[in-house]
């Protein structure tokens, strides 16, 4: 299995990284409502969350993208290069977002963004 294909496994545990770092040091957690808990956040611990709904967001079509790259024969190489620099982008993104630093986010983001894109792209290519 390629760097990309395994990318996408990986994006997939980022939200749950992030909402663990919500969760963490957090006082009134109750499994039994954790959304309600989760809105009732403040600071670092609703930015965390805040990053947590944001990798859901962008995953659909990173992995998508990946999956139709690798379809449809896109250079492996490029391909590689865009899955882990988008894992580096949306790294960046919840830790810049955790820390409210928020142009580093909003480039990390676009970084993102462009990789996403960029697996279209690949994909237009090899065809």
Not at 42 to 60: C, I, K, L, M
Not at 74 to 85: C, K, R, Y
């Amino acid at each position: 299995m390629t760097f990309a294909l395994w990318s996408i496994f990986l994006a997939a545990i980022l939200p749950i990284v992030w909402a663990g770092m919500a969760k963490t040091g957090a006082k009134g957690y109750e499994n039994a409502r954790p959304r309600f808990f989760m809105n009732q956040l403040t600071g670092w611990h609703q930015r965390a969350d805040w990053a947590q709904a944001n990798s859901y967001e962008v995953f659909p079509p990173f992995a998508a993208g990946v999956i139709i790259a690798q379809m449809l024969g896109a250079n492996q190489l490029l391909v590689d290069a865009l899955a882990g620099l988008f894992l580096l982008a949306r790294i960046l993104y919840g830790v810049f977002y955790i820390k409210d630093m928020h142009m580093p986010r909003s480039l990390s983001w676009l970084t993102g963004l462009l990789c996403t894109l960029g697996f279209f792209v690949a994909a237009t290519w090899a065809t």
